[in-house]
């Protein structure tokens, strides 16, 4: 009999591949660690070879994971996407979103157009913002909705976690930075969560820093990391292969990226509808 690919086991093997470690996966997933190996287990042996690299601290891709990963994601949205459009077309609303620049490529190429696919009667209108901007607008009321990245068991909204995210130090891959003193530094708005964690981390261990780069922008900061000017803490699911993983530098507290919504917005099934879309497709 051929060997058939389990949606259950890819969701898994995605959510593993992204925060970088079972155990964080295993709650993203409510599912026991136990359960999120034997699924690995399961794909590797339709795969016929290794998906991950493990070691005590995190996992990572082997060249057949990071092939497995790009041709299932398509499977993914495809198969959600057609669950989606199985509950109608009926809804009808308007719907204000906030979404961060670090997140904003993934909610409008992979998630957006799945919404609208399956229920063309809701308007969007998107606006991008840092973190703390968009948390402060959905409290004011002036957005019913937001993407945000927060410090692990923050509140003060209605929120409903999206991932863990597990932050990083990164640097060039063709420089060390990392024994300079001072350290450079691309960092982001002055009130961004990552931002308060780089500074306080350094400050601990008594590391002294410049400030090379300060920018709301996600992708100026890479850019920054990238040519080789600075370094600084993304999500691990962003490390590029420009960029590598500086394990000798204070770690970093794990954050979470989160669906806020007003309290306006209680009981709005469109509301609803698309915080079970970003949900679902957020950890793809």
Request: charged share 20%; hydrophobic share 45%.
């Amino acid at each position: 009999m051929s060997a058939i690919l389990d949606i259950d086991l890819i969701r898994t093997f995605h959510a593993v591949a992204r925060i970088g470690k079972f155990s964080a996966a295993a709650e993203q997933l409510h599912k026991s660690p136990a359960a999120v190996s034997m699924h690995i287990q399961r794909l590797e042996a339709v795969a016929g070879d290794r998906l991950l690299k493990r070691d005590n601290q995190s996992v990572s891709l082997t060249g057949l994971g990071k092939r497995f990963l790009v041709s299932t994601a398509e499977l993914l949205r495809v198969h959600d996407q057609t669950l989606a459009e199985l509950h109608g077309t009926e809804l009808a609303g308007r719907i204000t979103l906030g979404v961060p620049d670090e997140y904003a490529l993934h909610v409008i190429k992979d998630i957006l157009p799945t919404f609208h696919a399956a229920w063309p009667n809701v308007v969007l209108e998107l606006t991008t913002a840092p973190s703390y901007a968009l948390k402060e607008q959905v409290q004011r009321g002036t957005l019913q909705t937001a993407v945000i990245a927060q410090g692990k068991g923050e509140s003060g909204c209605e929120t409903q976690l999206l991932v863990a995210t597990t932050p990083v130090w990164v640097g060039p891959a063709s420089a060390t930075l990392a024994s300079m003193d001072p350290l450079p530094l691309a960092v982001h708005a002055p009130r961004c969560p990552y931002r308060h964690a780089m500074i306080d981390s350094l400050k601990a261990v008594g590391r002294r820093t410049r400030i090379v780069l300060e920018s709301p922008s996600n992708q100026a900061v890479k850019a920054c990391v990238e040519a080789g000017l600075a370094i600084s803490v993304i999500d691990r699911a962003k490390v590029t292969e420009q960029m590598q993983i500086l394990h000798e530098l204070p770690a970093i507290a794990e954050h979470e990226v989160v669906f806020l919504r007003s309290q306006a917005s209680r009981g709005d099934e469109a509301v609803d509808r698309l915080s079970g879309a970003i949900r679902q497709y957020f950890r793809l």
